[in-house]
């Protein structure tokens, strides 16, 4: 599973390059539209599938092994996304992974730059 998969791309590639699994990508609704027609357009709808979630207060798929979560970091504060993390710890499968790609602020909370300005970004725009 890939919580706030956006464009699905990683379980798209995923998928393309090991046939032999399955996934689904996780977003909120307006996106999922989105994601859905990558899916079809890269030809691995049998595969992969994409469903309305809010990661923050929904219930997670209880089935997956890999869970990744990319690029989600700067607009949650810290004890927001150690709740995700908690979810995820609880819902993934013994022995699974969780993969978690991301910036974040340095204590201060002043930088580095890049977090920062996405992190004000993500404010600013909501
Ligand atoms: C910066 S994009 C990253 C997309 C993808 N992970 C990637 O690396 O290409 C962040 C994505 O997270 C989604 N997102 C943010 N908060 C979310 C939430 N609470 N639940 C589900 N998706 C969320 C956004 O809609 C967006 O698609």
Do not use: W
Request: with cysteine.
């Amino acid at each position: 599973m890939d919580l706030g998969g956006g464009s699905g791309c990683y379980c798209i590639v995923a998928a393309r390059s090991y046939p032999g699994i399955s996934a689904v990508v996780l977003d909120i609704a307006p996106v999922v539209t989105v994601t859905r027609e990558y899916i079809e357009r890269n030809g691995v709808a049998q595969q992969v599938s994409a469903q309305k979630c809010d990661f923050t207060t929904d219930a997670l798929p209880e089935d997956a092994d890999v869970a990744i979560m990319a690029s989600n970091l700067p607009q949650y504060a810290r004890d927001v996304v150690a709740g995700v993390v908690r979810k995820v710890y609880d819902a993934l499968l013994p022995g699974g992974a969780f993969h978690l790609l991301g910036e974040m602020l340095d204590a201060d909370g002043c930088g580095p730059l890049a977090p920062a300005l996405r992190g004000l970004s993500e404010a600013v725009n909501q």
